[in-house]
């Protein structure tokens, strides 16, 4: 009498079944695979100088963002594109033939002058980067998409919400505000000469002194208002 097969004889080729259909679902299903679009960068600008930088990018949910440093100070902008502005902004970069433009310009060198990298991913195949000084003479293909960095960077500018401390700010004892470096610093009082003002760091023991002129300048937000004794 033969014996009968196990339960495992059946089940090994239904679950290879299964994992070949699962490895199928994922190679077909569109975005199953796909980078995030959160961090996927489309179009980049970043443009360098010993003194400071600026980086204008186009992400693929549809944010734009710029980042701009000058010394320690630094500043981020946000500002959310529809579907439509996205493909319509991408449309002018492919619009734009650049398959005979250099990927290393060649133009003024030096430690003042801007140094500027282009980054595109917007078609199949590996992203493209194009390097230039700030006031190289472009072709007239780059200038074309170099001005599509140029327009995001206006509309991030005009539609990022409004940042900084609020309009006609005097500061008191016992505000909290955020330096430009995100350092917290309460407010003692105004100085002798009331020319400036004095405040103590909320994570550390620094007295500083910050003329009243240059508080909106150095400072980006009231964050709290503690009662001071």
Not at 31 to 38: F, K, L, Y
Not at 39 to 62: K, P, Q
Not at 137 to 161: C, I, M, T, W
Not at 191 to 215: C, F, S, W
Request: glycine share 8%; proline share 5%; with cysteine.
């Amino acid at each position: 009498m033969k014996a009968m097969p196990g339960p495992g004889r059946f089940l090994q080729p239904v679950m290879m079944a299964l994992l070949v259909g699962f490895l199928l679902t994922i190679a077909v299903v569109p975005g199953a695979t796909d980078v995030d679009r959160r961090s996927h960068e489309l179009v980049r600008r970043e443009c360098r100088s010993i003194i400071d930088s600026e980086d204008v990018t186009l992400f693929a949910n549809g944010t734009v963002r710029l980042i701009w440093k000058r010394d320690e100070a630094r500043s981020v902008l946000l500002a959310e594109l529809n579907p439509d502005e996205v493909r319509a902004f991408l449309q002018r970069v492919r619009e734009v033939d650049l398959s005979e433009e250099d990927l290393v310009g060649k133009g003024l060198q030096g430690d003042w002058v801007e140094q500027c990298e282009l980054y595109l991913d917007i078609a199949d195949g590996e992203p493209s980067r194009y390097r230039f000084g700030r006031y190289d003479s472009l072709s007239l293909a780059l200038s074309r998409v170099n001005r599509v960095a140029d327009d995001l960077l206006k509309l991030v500018r005009e539609r990022a919400p409004t940042v900084g401390l609020p309009i006609g700010y005097v500061p008191k004892a016992g505000d909290v505000l955020e330096r430009v470096d995100g350092v917290l610093f309460e407010v003692i009082g105004l100085t002798g000469d009331k020319r400036g003002v004095e405040m103590v760091g909320v994570e550390q023991p620094l007295i500083i002194y910050v003329l009243n002129e240059a508080i909106h300048q150095q400072f980006t937000a009231l964050v709290e208002r503690r009662k001071f004794p």
